[in-house]
């Protein structure tokens, strides 16, 4: 087949998937795995083969995609349930003082980011977000804007989450590295994001008169007693939970750096990897919740899995997503359309760490999930990167440059400009001025710190 025919099927599965999941309201999943067979089909495919390549495409995902993905669903929501997320705010705000309460609580978000979903994440933290608006007479969304942010830049390019973890597995990126560059990124863009949200909240932004009602009731009626979750057992301390958090990053880094310092074929290299592995990372830091989180602090052992297993039905849906995206980017790549593409991109001219944000922003813009805007995007640069024989560290750049693409442009279509925009009072107009303005500058700035580290490094041959 013709490389034109084949770049036509490419943009037709694009467009595709976007009217299922835009127009038609789809599931994701339903839609990715539908056109991956129908572009199968289009390029060529024996009909025979098609159904193998789905399962091959979707175990290929999944491998570590469900192990880590469900791990850290697990490990967040035992510190949530526990207590985790309203003293580590408490702590960070009694560090940094009244005065800079918001700071306080963007660094406490930076942490509680890290294992919590961001949908999750946002909607444990309101009740803290209300309660220092009011105590500091200022409106939440001064507070939640910043907030927010960083825990959305967060969730597109730190591991476990799941389109970073779906794309690093697609594009063979070293989870390790996207961790440590990640959060290398993610740290300076979380104080661009407290300065930028300050200068957008410089006028008053009126609140939508239910979450005004919902606002003002907040705090009327607390419950201090019995029916309080932090009463019934012993809420664990804020280190405790930022060892926790910390654990499998520390454990993750101790093996990417450990394993460049000794040799590659020996114990120790052996050793450190298995270490390092981000499975046995999340795993063991797991199992250290559940006594330190949960069993320690007066739940039951009974108590302290049920909690650990709610986690996995909502994280099944993730999954599932990031499974049907390996399928497409596994159709795009034996069909020939990778390869064309990666040829196409060449010849424009386009560094493939620009076409990686552009890509992403595209998808992201039109369908809304960021999810969904990796593993595609990354499916589509599979071949380019293969073929480019880029190292780990610039393998693990195109990831974060697919990420922020995804960061940006959140709007009506996105679930989350619908959570920050409904629990912070803002109207559609509002939301479009701070927080769709908000996550675009974070995400071109994190693309333009991406982009220069991908310069350097390329340039010093690492």
């Not at 770049?7 to 056109?35: D, E, N, R, S, Y």
């Not at 994001?193 to 200068?199: I, S, Y």
């Not at 460049?260 to 981000?278: H, K, M, Q, R």
Request: hydrophobic content about 55%; aromatic content about 6%; charged content about 10%.
């Amino acid at each position: 087949m013709s490389p034109i025919m084949l770049l036509l099927i490419a943009a037709a599965a694009v467009a595709l998937l976007l009217v299922g999941v835009i127009k038609f309201k789809m599931p994701a999943f339903i839609t990715l795995l539908l056109v991956s067979i129908l572009v199968a089909l289009a390029a060529g495919i024996p009909i025979q083969d098609v159904a193998g390549l789905v399962t091959t495409g979707m175990g290929g995902t999944l491998g570590s995609v469900a192990v880590l993905v469900g791990l850290g669903a697990m490990l967040g929501k035992v510190i949530e349930i526990s207590g985790g997320a309203q003293v580590l705010s408490t702590r960070f705000t009694a560090l940094f003082g009244p005065r800079r309460v918001i700071a306080a609580l963007t660094t406490a978000a930076f942490l509680l980011a890290i294992p919590v979903f961001f949908d999750v994440g946002f909607i444990v933290l309101v009740p803290i977000i209300y309660g220092f608006a009011k105590a500091l007479n200022v409106s939440p969304v001064k507070i939640g804007l910043p907030v927010g942010a960083i825990m959305l830049a967060i969730h597109v390019v730190v591991p476990p989450h799941p389109g970073v973890v779906g794309g690093a597995q697609i594009l063979g990126a070293d989870i390790g590295w996207a961790t440590i560059l990640g959060l290398a990124f993610c740290a300076p863009l979380g104080v661009l994001g407290f300065f930028v949200a300050k200068r957008i909240n410089r006028r008053e932004i009126p609140m939508l008169p239910e979450t005004q009602e919902q606002y003002e009731s907040f705090g009327a009626s607390t419950d201090t007693g019995k029916g309080s979750t932090l009463a019934k057992t012993k809420a664990p301390t804020s280190g405790m939970v930022i060892s926790m958090i910390l654990l499998p990053i520390v454990m993750i880094m101790f093996g990417t750096v450990g394993t460049t310092l000794v040799d590659a074929e020996s114990t120790a290299a052996n050793i450190l990897g298995f270490v390092g592995s981000p499975s046995i990372a999340l795993l063991t830091t797991v199992l250290v919740s559940y006594y330190l989180l949960g069993v320690r602090s007066g739940w039951s052992s009974e108590k302290t899995g049920k909690v650990m297993d709610s986690a996995l039905a909502p994280a099944a849906i993730v999954i599932l997503v990031t499974g049907a995206g390996g399928v497409f980017g596994k159709v795009l790549t034996e069909s020939g359309i990778g390869t064309v593409l990666a040829q196409s991109l060449a010849s424009a001219g386009l560094p493939i760490i620009v076409m990686a944000f552009i890509l992403a922003s595209i998808l992201r813009a039109s369908q809304g999930s960021a999810t969904v805007a990796i593993i595609t995007t990354t499916g589509l640069l599979a071949s380019a990167v293969e073929a480019g024989d880029y190292s780990p560290v610039q393998t693990a750049l195109i990831l974060a440059s697919v990420g922020f693409g995804a960061f940006g442009l959140s709007h009506v279509n996105d679930s989350g400009f619908w959570i920050v925009t409904r629990f912070l009072g803002l109207s559609v107009a509002d939301g479009l001025r701070t927080w769709t303005v908000l996550t675009t500058i974070l995400g071109v700035a994190g693309f333009a710190l991406t982009a220069l580290v991908y310069s350097i490094v390329t340039a010093a041959g690492a």
